[in-house]
């Protein structure tokens, strides 16, 4: 006899089922079925930019709207972050392993004071997807650390995360410091997080603002193909 606390088997669900219990398991914080989930969904034949989009950005939405309201706390949304992780993790090579030709190098980084990072480490794996090399910086980045990056790695693009109405201004810092020192124009500069948009990008001087990873990756490679056309240009 069936009982109400039978468990559920996440392969003999059908599609819109198995993404609606994925969006309870990432709220749950459970990285096991998180994995499983998303190895299931990719035998399926599910592109891993689907899967990515679909599932796991989907899931993590409903997550921020109830840390928003109140209903969840840090420690719940720490373990969501921890189980998006786990089924990114398990994208990572997938959605790298297009053969695409290199376009660039982008050096990227959570701002100071900032440590969100799953927006930063989706736009990384969709870069490197469509062809870029790139250095990640991780979180907390001050000035300094960026622009040492820059030179070290001879990088194309900054690319700038920061997930804090507090933290966003200081994407203007990184963009000043680097006017003073005239290095602006030798790099692609590029901007994201949920809080920004077109134009606190356009009021810092940024090259662009980027709504999400498939927009950065399409407005990178159009500011490179536009560097390349100048350079052939003379
Ligand atoms: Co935080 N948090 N959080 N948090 N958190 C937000 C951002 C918040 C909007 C939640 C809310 O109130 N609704 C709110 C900010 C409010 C504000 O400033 N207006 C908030 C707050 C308040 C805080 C704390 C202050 C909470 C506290 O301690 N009281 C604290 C701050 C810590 C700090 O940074 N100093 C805090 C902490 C945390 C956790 C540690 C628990 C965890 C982070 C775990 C981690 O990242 N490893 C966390 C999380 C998970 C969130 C939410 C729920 C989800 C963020 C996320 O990962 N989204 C978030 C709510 C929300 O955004 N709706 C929230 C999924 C991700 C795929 O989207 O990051 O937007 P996103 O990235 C997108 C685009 O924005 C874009 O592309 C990405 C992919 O499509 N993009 C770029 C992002 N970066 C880019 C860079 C580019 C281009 C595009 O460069 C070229």
Redesign the pocket.
Known sequence: MADEDDEIILSELDDDELVQQMFDDLYDGLKEEIEEGVNILLDRGWTPYDVL?KAL?GG??I???D???GI?F??E??L??NA??GGMAILKPLLAETGAPRMGK?V?G?VK????????N??SMMMEGAGFEVVDLG??NPVEKYLDALKAEDAD?L?????????MPYMKVVIDTMKEQGIRDNYIV???????NEEFGRAIGADAY???????VE??KQFIARKHNQMAAG
């Open positions: 989009t950005v993590m939405t997550v921020g709207n840390f928003r309201d969840l840090v420690p949304v720490l969501a972050a998006m992780k982008m990227i959570t004071g900032d440590i969100h990072d799953i927006g930063k989706l736009v979180i907390n693009i690319g700038m995360s920061a997930l804090l109405t507090t933290t590029l901007v994201g997080g949920a809080p920004l980027c709504r999400d990873a498939a927009v950065a407005t990178a």
